[in-house]
């Protein structure tokens, strides 16, 4: 493991991200970069920013954010239970599932959704607004 880790230099937030395993893949660590997703310090960076150890890292992914402080710097990609000792995770806790919006989810087979279906999915999602109903002014009645 001594080849992985690099006293010779800083390096580079997006291939780090990646080498410690906060995303996927090395594009996926430069577009949240790109995007403003990543912090080091407090402020927003490039994919080419250099890290140092004791930088914080803010890297806001999939809904949640990851705050970790960097203790060790390393160019290539690890195995996690290395890529864990890399850095110290202060990030809050994911909410429990419970807390979490439901995924609307149609049986296989049934075909396009219709127009009531769509509204009422958009509404679980929280995308729509209130249901209509048919007392609602504005409506159609006959």
């Known amino acids: 493991m001594a080849a992985d880790a690099t006293d010779e230099g800083p ?26 997703h990543v912090r080091v310090n407090g402020d927003r960076v490039k994919p080419a920013h250099a890290i140092r150890p004791g930088d914080q890292v803010r890297v806001f992914l999939a809904g949640r954010e990851r705050i970790v402080v960097v203790s060790k710097l390393i160019r290539k990609r690890v195995g996690a239970p290395v890529a864990v000792q890399c850095y110290e995770d202060k990030s809050p806790p994911p909410p429990p599932r419970e807390l979490t919006a439901p995924v609307a ?37 006959r």
């Not at 390096?11 to 780090?16: F, G, N």
């Not at 958009?122 to 109903?133: F, V």
Request: some cysteine; overall charge positive; aromatic content about 4%.
């Open 11 to 36: 390096v580079r937030v997006d291939a780090w991200i990646w080498s410690v395993r906060l995303t996927k893949t090395r594009s996926q660590a430069a577009t949240a970069c790109r995007a403003g």
């Open 105 to 141: 989810l149609r049986d296989r087979g049934t075909g396009r959704p219709t127009k009531r279906d769509r509204r009422e999915l958009e509404r679980l999602q929280g995308l729509g607004g209130p249901p209509r109903t048919p007392e609602a002014p504005g409506g159609r009645g």
